[in-house]
């Protein structure tokens, strides 16, 4: 059985080895990140436990810990709300995978940038002709939209629905505590890189103008992104100046990101012509309550353990302890005539769950259950086995 929990701090060195598999922004290949950010969403899930609300919803922030507190990340990165899940082989414990939502990627005065693609048309009345070009214009975005992030699977979870599952649960957490997410969903896709692991867009625009390696820019994208609107140019990019091959990555990803799109896709995703600024990967977004998962997600409260030949409705279900401990199964359940939750019994101590206690309950029967899994992570930056969603 699989279960997915929140990620604790003797994950760290499983999780450095799945960021060092790929390479993203939302899980750098780095020990004390890592640990802060595991820290961060321990934070965070007791916040959820305890119906805190969102920073802001009193007039005021969260007060921030001390710089020396959180060395290597921003102050405005310790106030925000990130929930990082693993994936679970409860039968050795072994770590398969993991996933993350930010609730809140940026805000006033702390801007997500993107690049916007336009097009130009241009024409000169005495040659009787024109082209068109795609220009991109740097973006900053401070409407503070939810990210889906840092989805990595262990090489040989692939193709086994586990990326499904740690693709979903994160919508079903959303749905359950919907008064900490914004009303937009936010997924960056990863773009084709190069088989020694380039972005060829940072290689012949970015590095042009930020005097970084493509690594060292993301890396410095968790302490602040102020070098961004500093370095870039602040009109219009004519693409057309780019080689070819620099071209055709923008907005486009890789072959291996491809299942993990189309999902997103299915689930109401869509791209609207923005891109990252650094390797090209597109961003595609949804309205947060039109998620199928989201729609059919609802509070619920568990029954008695029931025999498995007696449940035959397939659910995802999880309960959140006052500790801030968090754990979902994926499995068939029993709706009994009080309409209460019932599991087998295995499922039932997977989620340290009692009769009579409150769960998260989302009805996968109402979810197309053709959804490829992702090959490899999704969400922030270089997979070569995986995107970024």
């Known amino acids: 059985m699989i279960v997915i929990r929140r990620a604790r701090v003797e994950d760290a060195g499983t999780l450095l080895k799945l960021a060092r598999m790929v390479h993203f922004i939302n899980l750098p290949a780095d020990k004390e990140l890592i640990d802060l950010k595991i820290t961060q969403s321990r934070l965070s899930f007791l916040r959820a436990a305890a119906g805190e609300k969102p920073p802001g919803d009193n007039g005021s922030p969260r007060k921030a810990k001390k710089a020396a507190d959180v060395t290597g990340l921003s102050s405005a990165d310790f106030t925000r709300d990130i929930f990082m899940f693993v994936a679970e082989a409860r039968d050795d414990g072994t770590a398969l995978g993991t996933s993350q939502v930010l609730a809140r990627m940026g805000g006033p005065g702390n801007p997500n940038y993107s690049f916007k693609l336009e097009q130009r048309a241009t024409f000169a009345p005495d040659l009787k002709t024109g082209t068109t070009h795609v220009v991109a214009r740097l973006h900053g975005d401070e409407t503070g939209p939810t990210e889906i992030g840092g989805l990595i699977l262990q090489p040989a979870s692939r193709g086994h629905r ?228």
Not at 191 to 196: G, L, R
Not at 226 to 249: H, M, N, Q, T, W
Not at 327 to 332: H, I, K, P
């Open 162 to 389: 586990v990326g499904r599952f740690l693709s979903f649960v994160r919508f079903h957490f959303i749905a359950l505590h919907r008064h900490l997410f914004a009303d937009r969903i936010l997924a960056e896709m990863m773009a084709p890189i190069t088989e020694d692991g380039r972005s060829l867009l940072w290689e012949y625009l970015g590095r042009r103008f930020i005097p970084l390696s493509y690594t060292e820019a993301d890396k410095q994208c968790q302490r602040s992104r102020k070098f961004i609107p500093a370095l870039l140019p602040p009109g219009d990019i004519y693409l057309s100046l780019l080689p070819p091959e620099a071209r055709d990555v923008v907005g486009e990803v890789g072959r291996e990101t491809v299942p993990a799109r189309r999902m997103l896709e299915r689930l109401g995703f869509q791209y609207t012509g923005f891109v990252d600024p650094f390797d090209g990967g597109p961003l595609l977004e949804t309205r947060t309550d039109d998620v199928p998962i989201i729609r059919a997600t609802r509070e619920a409260e568990l029954g008695e353990p029931a025999a498995k030949g007696k449940c035959r409705h397939p659910a995802m279900v999880s309960t959140l302890h006052p500790d801030g401990e968090f754990y979902a199964v994926q499995e068939d359940c029993f709706i009994d005539p009080k309409g209460r939750v019932c599991l087998p019994r295995e499922a039932m101590e997977a989620l340290h769950g009692e009769p009579g206690m409150s769960a998260g309950f989302t009805d996968m029967a109402s979810i197309a259950q053709d959804d490829a899994p992702p090959a490899g992570g999704v969400n922030k930056r270089k997979s070569r086995a995986g995107a970024r969603a």
